[in-house]
């Protein structure tokens, strides 16, 4: 890594309506390093990638780029200049071709003409020097999977010769092999002397791509240049959030024991999982652990009536759930994987996405109660600690965190006996997080069963009751939380079977 300093913020402000979003930054980034950005939602993340990237001009404070003070009037200056930003959710045009995609903006012409065969040839060997020359640079960016869309957007970078990259959550929708392929990226591209600032949620990545860290809390810098695989992760917490690891996770009150709410016996689609049985019971709370594609979503999917199973049954208080509209009125909710595409009307107030579930209970002689509406949403809001408690706001200007929250909501308001939570705390800080696990534990405590999957493993332990291990499609092991760890878990995420000397 190099000791030259390719960026540096000092005292960086930014501020809008009633909002300071930035509140005198401090940040340093050497050529050919991973500097990772952390911080809960609303700490002023967002806000300082798009500075850098010129969607938004600093209000005060000095950007220093390559020695030379910086203020991009638009995202194509900022590009020009040699810095490039990989957003979370990625900015592709899905009918265009991935060479069309990778040089958007600076087309190669000439006589007014796009030269789409120089273009794709260029394209061709930037994938090439990315490990992907598999990808076709005529290929429509819509037909291929989130990761290869994630390369796109690097070949885009590259393709502007920039010598910083910003990466926002670049693994959010990554399998664990597509993970490693993108570290693999990254310490290419740092070893030609790019710098990476990086961000994540997941502590464990920061130990294994990170070679500085800088926290912002609340639009300040609260801690600059720390050790990425040294620092505790309790100092890394407490700076984010000023609490301590400790109170993660709620504590787990022993609970009584009581005959299961939902049973499921041989449940099985072809291609995607075969002979799931497993049982919650009313005040429960069952993690299933496994792989990204071991069949984990499908089977919440299929319990919830979204997809129909070739065999086996569902029943809920012993009564046989055929289909989704059954599983509602019965009592099951879920709140899916994607929360964004699938499950919340962005644009629609607050308000209106809790009572999505129990519309039918505001509606009086054709007409809708909105005041009503608002009322129960407001009362919902309270209980979760949902920020800002404003119900009439659209929901896309919340938070991550707060927007899950919403997706909860919506099935407390309907009475929800048994809840199917499929990655509740994706993209999530950890502060939310924190909260968020407050809810699903007091949700069990007041009864309601509780059935979730999650790709971290420590989540899984920490706020389960009981664990399921899912491999290949199939469940194949169970054990109390208390009484399986998190090496025994991978072991059978991995193998399928317990390492020797393990317990049973």
Not at 83 to 103: G, K, P, R
Not at 200 to 224: F, M, N, P, Q, W
Not at 333 to 339: D, L, N, T, V, Y
Request: aromatic share 4%; with cysteine.
């Amino acid at each position: 890594m190099s000791e030259e300093v390719v960026l540096r913020l000092t005292d960086v402000v930014k501020t809008f309506p009633g909002v300071r979003a930035l509140d005198g930054v401090q940040l340093e980034v050497r050529a050919g390093e991973v500097h990772c950005l952390l911080g809960q939602n609303g700490a002023g993340k967002s806000t300082l990638i798009k500075t850098l990237a010129g969607v938004h001009h600093a209000d005060g404070g000095e950007i220093t780029w390559l020695g030379e003070p910086f203020a991009p009037a638009t995202p194509q200056a900022a590009m020009r200049a040699g810095i490039a930003t990989i957003y979370q959710e990625l900015d592709l045009v899905d009918d265009l071709s991935v060479a069309e995609n990778a040089f958007l903006g600076h087309e190669e012409s000439r006589f007014g003409f796009t030269r789409r065969r120089a273009i794709a040839s260029r394209t061709k060997e930037i994938l090439a020097r990315l490990g992907h020359e598999h990808i076709p640079p005529r290929q429509y960016v819509r037909n291929l999977p989130a990761a290869g869309k994630q390369i796109v957007s690097m070949a885009r970078a590259l393709s502007h010769d920039a010598r910083l990259i910003v990466m926002d959550e670049p693994s959010a929708v990554l399998a664990h092999d597509e993970v490693e392929n993108l570290f693999r990226i990254i310490r290419d591209l740092t070893s030609h002397g790019i710098a990476v600032i990086y961000i994540s949620h997941r502590l464990e990545e920061i130990r294994e791509i990170g070679d500085r860290v800088t926290v912002l809390k609340d639009g300040r810098t609260t801690a600059a240049n720390l050790p990425a695989r040294t620092t505790p992760t309790r100092d890394l917490v407490s700076k984010m959030t000023g609490r301590t690891i400790e109170y993660v996770f709620p504590p787990r009150p022993p609970r009584e024991q009581r005959p299961p709410l939902l049973v499921v016996e041989g449940l099985t689609r072809e291609g995607e999982f075969a002979d799931a049985s497993l049982t919650v019971a009313p005040g429960e709370i069952v993690g299933i652990a496994g792989l990204v594609g071991s069949g984990r979503s499908e089977l919440l999917e299929t319990i919830f009536g979204a997809r129909r199973p070739d065999s086996g049954t569902i029943t809920l208080d012993g009564k046989r759930v055929r289909s989704l509209g059954t599983a509602v009125r019965r009592g099951m909710g879920m709140a899916p994987e994607e929360r964004k595409s699938q499950a919340l009307l962005l644009d629609e107030p607050v308000y209106k996405n809790m009572t999505l579930a129990s519309f039918s209970g505001f509606a009086r002689a054709g007409f809708t109660d909105a005041g009503g509406e608002r009322k129960a949403a407001e009362s919902t809001a309270d209980k979760l600690e949902l920020r800002p408690r404003d119900v009439t706001r659209p929901v896309r200007t919340l938070s991550g965190g707060n927007q899950q929250k919403v997706v909860v909501g919506r099935w407390l308001l309907g009475d929800t006996r048994l809840l199917l939570l499929d990655e509740p705390t994706r993209g999530v800080d950890v502060g939310a997080r924190a909260e968020l696990y407050q809810v699903i534990r007091g949700l069990a405590e007041s009864g309601v069963g509780v059935l979730l999957v999650s790709s971290e493993v420590p989540e899984v332990l920490g706020l389960a009751d009981r664990v399921l291990v899912m491999r290949e499609g199939r469940l194949v092991h169970e054990a109390p939380a208390g009484e399986i760890d998190e090496d025994t878990v991978l072991d059978l995420v991995m193998s399928g079977s317990l390492m020797e000397g393990e317990p049973a």
